[in-house]
């Protein structure tokens, strides 16, 4: 094996997924898990088992955590420090900006290089064109491991601050959870009906949302300027519409709390902002007043 030498704590569904596709790729790969069985099979195609936290950290310049969550982390990592002192650690475990900021303070100050990351995939994906996985901190550690990091789809190298792989991953997948809850609210409605199945339904649902998404970029490009809106739409219709959504879903005897929350958002505009609906206007009124995040 010629790879470089890299360590994955943590083998779960996608750690196993991780050190499998390095193992595949030629990369020396050591494993080390709490449940020590879930290397059996990764043993068996060729990576090495860590007996400790420490074996696993001290085979490899690059360890690779994927961990329920950054305290189990903490927990794992806090009696390390010796040896964590001049390896470079990248955590790929979901956790907010603030976990990753804090993570990254206390690993730099143990003496280690610090990487954080969201992966965009499913286990079943990862190292296939489809998977993506964020990465921010020092943009020198991104691009040293690039080769190991390219192996389970592309790499996106986010920025140095070391909480946008969250803030991106968070975000990204806040949009997938609607996604996901508009299709099951839809469903609902639909099959109230006893001549709609779900997947006939859904036939129609697929072409609508792509059609939709592909408005996206034009609404972004809304958010992001200054200038008049390329799209409006009076604040009036949508009222109108909402409404309706949430008097066909009671009547359908499916639970409508979104939807009467979005047309009291709607009304409150509609007293506060004009009558047009705008990209920006909406992302506005979803900020909370006093609370300006990173954008300070
Ligand atoms: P799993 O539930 O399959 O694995 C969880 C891992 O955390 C296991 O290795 C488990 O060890 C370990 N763990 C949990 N509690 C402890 C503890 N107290 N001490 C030591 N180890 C512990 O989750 P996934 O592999 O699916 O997810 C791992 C990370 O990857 C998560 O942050 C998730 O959000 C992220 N991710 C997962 C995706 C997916 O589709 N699965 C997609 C994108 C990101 P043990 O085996 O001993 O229980």
Known sequence: MGGT????????DMGRALASALVAAG???????????????????????????????????????????????RTLLDPMSETL???????LSNGTPEQARSLEAWATGQGAGYLDGGIMAVPGTIATPEAFVLYSGTEEHSTAHRP??????????LGSDTGLASLYDLALLSGMDYLFAGFFHAVAVATSHKDVTAAG????????????????PALAADVDSDGEPAYTQGLDVLLAAARNMAQAARDAGVRAEYFDRAAA??????AECGKEFTASGAVRALRVPGVSGDRA
């Open 201 to 216: 339904f859904t036939e129609l649902l697929v072409p609508w949302l792509t059609n939709m998404a592909h408005q996206l």
């Open 265 to 270: 958002d709607l009304e409150r505009q509609l």
């Open 27 to 73: 990369h020396h790969t050591t494993v080390w898990n709490r449940s020590a069985d879930k290397a059996d099979e990764l043993v068996a195609q060729g990576a090495v088992r860590a007996a400790s936290v420490e074996e696993a950290l001290s085979a490899s310049p690059l360890t690779l955590v994927c961990l329920i969550d950054y305290e189990v982390t």
């Open 85 to 91: 002192r001049g390896r470079t650690l990248v955590q």
């Open 148 to 157: 190991v990091f390219e192996v389970f789809g592309s790499a996106k190298h």
């Open 5 to 12: 030498d890299v360590t994955v704590i943590g083998l779960g």
